[in-house]
């Protein structure tokens, strides 16, 4: 079939292959917790306006504190500055807290299921308070390629190899269109896997950083940027901030003024060659007599005669 060469139009997959598998896969679970899942703090109450906020990270005292656990960090300083309190939501499969932030209200929701299934935690809350991913749906997460210290926004892209992000793709957005802040935890060291590094705690040093820029707080500050101000503005002030300074460039070194050119001096007129002297002449010069040569011809005969007279 030529179809498979891709010579023929096809439509695109909704999903990828990984994710129906594990669809199939825990199809009959999530079928039991929805027949036994209780309702969660105001479950199906769609409100106008309310906005999904979600902390990605991995349950249980293992993880806590961990770099692949910023997003439930981050989510736990919100609610407490917030005085929202989190609820279990045994049908979402996560903790959820309900509240405002600036007059915005708010969902805010840590996926229990491990972090490559949390685009099912997602997908379940987004259905049941009806909330459109694409315009309310805002995920905070740690992300590698960002500097320890830093914070970034972002409105769309890929996954980047996040495993939390990947299966939300998946699961809710499928044109990987939605809000995301990005808190820094930077690239493991040499001879570190990527494992080891995400799911161990910050260095004391790290630690240290972390406190001194006061990123935590600047991490909740983007939140509340994105729901009072908008995603577009939010990120021009958060990416400004934590962009790195272009180094600058040396300064040109300055020419300097020509100096006027000095008038051309007149050529002197060439002296006039003397006349080459004869070897004659040159011989008569001096005390040397001179010589004159008289040939004579009689009768078929030469005859020279040298007159020696000196002069």
């Known amino acids: 079939c030529r179809c498979w060469r891709g010579s023929w139009p096809r439509a695109p997959a909704p999903m990828g292959l990984l994710a129906v598998v594990r669809k199939v896969v825990t199809a009959p679970m999530r079928l039991i917790e929805r027949v036994r899942g209780h309702g969660s703090a105001g479950a199906g109450v769609a409100e106008p306006g309310r906005w999904l906020l979600v902390g990605l990270g991995n349950p249980g005292s293992r993880f806590e504190g961990t770099r692949h656990n910023a997003g439930f960090d981050v989510l736990d300083i919100l609610a407490r500055t917030e005085g929202i309190s989190w609820t279990d939501a045994a049908r979402h499969r996560a903790k959820v807290g309900v509240g405002k932030i600036a007059g915005v209200p708010v969902l805010l929701a840590k996926p229990q299921a491990y972090m490559n299934l949390s685009g099912e935690s997602v997908r379940s809350l987004c259905r049941w308070y009806k909330i459109p991913p694409k315009f309310n749906l805002l995920v905070v997460y740690d992300d590698l390629d960002t500097a320890v210290g830093a914070i970034k926004l972002k409105g769309k892209g890929g996954h980047g190899g996040h495993n939390g992000i990947r299966n939300i793709i998946d699961e809710v957005c499928g044109d990987k269109v939605f809000a995301r802040v990005k808190f820094g935890i930077g690239r493991p060291k040499p001879g570190v896997e990527v494992y080891d590094h995400v799911l161990t705690k910050f260095g004391d040093d790290e630690a240290t950083e972390l406190e001194s820029k006061g990123t935590w707080a600047k991490a909740c500050d983007a939140v509340r940027g994105v729901l009072v101000d908008g995603l577009d503005k939010?990120?021009?002030?958060?990416?400004?901030?934590?962009?790195?300074?272009?180094?600058?460039?040396?300064?040109?070194?300055?020419?300097?003024?020509?100096?006027?050119?000095?008038?051309?001096?007149?050529?002197?007129?060439?002296?006039?060659?003397?006349?080459?002297?004869?070897?004659?002449?040159?011989?008569?010069?001096?005390?040397?007599?001179?010589?004159?040569?008289?040939?004579?011809?009689?009768?078929?005969?030469?005859?020279?005669?040298?007159?020696?007279?000196?002069?």
Not at 240 to 247: D, L, V, Y
Not at 263 to 274: F, G, H, L, M, N
Not at 287 to 301: C, I, L, S
């Open 234 to 311: 939010a990120m021009s002030a958060v990416n400004t901030e934590h962009k790195a300074p272009k180094p600058q460039k040396a300064p040109k070194p300055q020419k300097e003024p020509k100096q006027p050119k000095e008038p051309k001096q007149s050529k002197e007129p060439k002296e006039s060659k003397e006349p080459k002297e004869s070897p004659a002449a040159a011989a008569n010069k001096g005390d040397a007599p001179a010589v004159t040569v008289d040939t004579n011809v009689r009768d078929g005969a030469e005859k020279v005669e040298v007159d020696s007279t000196p002069l």
